[in-house]
């Protein structure tokens, strides 16, 4: 992603507001985890579906491009979670993939093994998962975890908890506009 780790530190204290709850679950000195959750009107299927339409919520401040409209997800083991780049004025096309779909199972759960952000070119791994239960209203709660692991990396679990935190308002604001 274009985001420096510095952007990142930024985005983290001048992001937009949590949604219900969010936190760094484990620290360690080469790793953390954070968990964000929230409850949308949607089922558990309309939720893992809009979830793999990440133009529809991805931030465009934390793409290469600048525009998250050219972010895409295949939904299916090994899939891709893409993003277009091209050169116009040389009519060239090209892409990032920022993760591999690890695990797709509709409704129930989506992973994502991916390095994200500053974290693609550190010796690196991540796990990004989407767990989605159904509440007894019919709606869902969508549970977000970021797992990272790597050298020294403990130390970003502040301002990549504040990316992420972004991201899933974002896609709750998404799942909740199309109620």
């Known amino acids: 992603m274009r985001v420096s780790v510095l952007g990142v530190i930024g985005a983290a204290f001048f992001g937009v507001a949590s949604p219900a709850a ?4 484990e620290q360690w ?6 968990s964000h959750s ?3 009107a949607a089922t558990p ?29 295949e939904l299916k083991p090994g899939g891709c979670f893409c993003e277009r780049l091209s ?16 695990m797709a199972w509709p409704g129930r759960r989506l992973v994502i093994d991916a390095a994200l952000g500053p974290m693609l070119g550190l010796s690196s791994a ?9 509440l007894e209203t019919g709606g869902t709660r969508v549970i977000v975890t970021y797992r990272v692991e790597g050298h020294g ?13 972004q991201q899933v308002a974002a896609l709750k604001a998404a799942l909740d506009a199309e109620d």
């Open 22 to 25: 969010a936190e760094i679950t």
């Open 29 to 34: 000195d080469d790793g953390f985890v954070v």
């Open 38 to 40: 929230f409850e949308t």
């Open 45 to 73: 299927l309309e939720a893992y579906a809009l979830t793999g339409q990440p133009a529809r919520w991805w931030s465009d401040a934390h793409s290469w491009s600048g525009d998250a409209e050219n972010f895409s997800m």
């Open 87 to 102: 050169d116009a004025d040389n009519m060239l096309d090209g892409g990032a993939r920022h993760g591999t779909v690890a």
């Open 126 to 134: 991540g796990w990004l998962s989407f767990d989605y239960e159904t």
């Open 153 to 165: 990396l403990g130390a970003l679990s502040g301002p990549v908890d504040g990316v992420i935190d």
